[in-house]
């Protein structure tokens, strides 16, 4: 009998990319060029993370900032799913806040320091920090992330909340050259406010956005660091809203005094809001009363597939639920069956936030 014959590398490689990220940090241990490939080829992780984006449309991922345990708890599920299952939870000392979950990565920071984390290999590494300045309130130095597509290069900016004053941005990719200098890697930005907007941002097409009461929106382009600044409808005065990126488009959604859940999209290119849509607020049996001012509803992520999800914060309570609505789709209100324990601990100070699970293996050195 002849011997057994070796599977071509290529074949290989093409095979390892349709891999969930877990199996292959395990499989690094198979043999060097299996490793060599996985931690350490740009090429293999960019086809990896392609296949991740074209199975996961209906993957969601939810992050809960829990108070107590200053941690991050992260669900995964499918929409097809009725119980999310814990992806983990992921304790660092003294964490204060964290930003949204940007291609699976997602930065935070504490009285540690300021750090990056690959969801998916577990990887961390500490950032410099944007300032200083001493504050005994954690939550006066805000940290926006998002990602810019066409320098592919991922940014994160600070302000100071009690002025919202100094701004500065980060680039994740200088992290061979300028950091190991010993160099500020933070460059400021410029000025653009007069008054406070909300804390947490979303990015789309590589512009951060940032409400700034019911009147205007803040946009930041990360390509060329330019402020801007675009007015909401008319019809949103007085609406308490948040903001969402769906289908490559920024969402404005709120719940009206008039009982209805109001929304908006964003044609940012011509400055153009799509025409008003009204929903009815999901009425349940547990839950049957949900009106302003007493309960607020938030979209916190959605999906490719076009869902929308949101959370419920009812004042009387003292607690958020998360609920998920197709906007384009026929699924209409559903619940998502989380933690009762652990959403009783969500930091009040800090969002719910939900994103598409987007697996991506690279090293944080080569962002």
């Not at 935070?108 to 410099?128: A, D, Q, Y």
């Not at 939550?139 to 994160?156: A, Q, S, T, V």
């Not at 404005?252 to 025409?275: I, N, P, Q, V, Y």
């Not at 609505?325 to 069956?337: A, C, D, P």
Request: hydrophobic residues 35%; charged residues 20%.
């Amino acid at each position: 009998m002849g011997g057994a014959k070796e599977v071509p590398h290529d074949l290989v490689y093409q095979t390892l990319t349709w891999l969930p990220a877990k199996s292959l940090m395990r499989f690094k241990c198979v043999s060097k060029l299996w490793c060599s490939t996985i931690s350490r080829d740009p090429l293999f992780a960019k086809a990896h993370h392609a296949r991740s984006r074209s199975r996961s449309r209906n993957c969601f991922l939810v992050a809960i900032p829990v108070f107590d345990l200053h941690s991050l708890c992260f669900f995964r599920s499918t929409l097809s799913d009725k119980t999310p299952l814990p992806l983990g939870r992921f304790c660092f000392p003294t964490c204060q806040d964290a930003t949204e979950v940007v291609n699976g990565i997602v930065c935070f920071h504490g009285m540690n320091g300021l750090f990056v984390f690959n969801l998916s290999t577990r990887e961390i590494l500490k950032l410099p920090s944007a300032s200083h300045r001493c504050s005994l309130w954690l939550y006066d130095h805000n940290y926006d992330f998002g990602f810019d597509p066409i320098n592919k290069e991922y940014r994160l900016t600070w302000s100071y909340s009690p002025e919202h004053t100094d701004h500065k941005i980060l680039t994740l990719c200088s992290t061979g050259s300028t950091w190991r200098k010993n160099c500020d890697p933070w460059h400021p930005l410029s000025d653009i406010s007069d008054g406070l907007w909300s804390s947490q941002s979303v990015c789309v097409n590589g512009t951060l956005y940032w409400t700034k009461g019911s009147r205007y929106l803040i946009a930041l382009d990360l390509k060329n660091e330019k402020f801007r600044v675009t007015a909401q409808p008319p019809e949103a005065l007085g609406l308490e809203g948040n903001l969402a990126q769906v289908g490559g488009r920024l969402l404005l959604a709120g719940l009206h005094r008039c009982g209805k859940l109001l929304m908006w999209t964003l044609d940012d290119e011509h400055h153009l809001w799509s025409t008003k849509s009204q929903i009815d607020p999901p009425k349940y049996s547990f839950w049957p009363s949900i009106k302003w001012p007493m309960c607020h509803i938030f979209p916190v992520g959605s999906l490719p597939s076009g869902e929308i999800f949101f959370v419920i914060d009812d004042i009387s309570e003292a607690h958020e639920e998360v609920l998920v609505y197709g906007m384009n789709t026929n699924r209409k209100w559903e619940w998502i069956e989380l933690d009762s324990e652990i959403l009783l601990k969500t930091n009040p100070n800090r969002r719910i936030r939900v994103s598409c699970h987007d697996e991506n293996i690279a090293p944080l050195t080569d962002l």
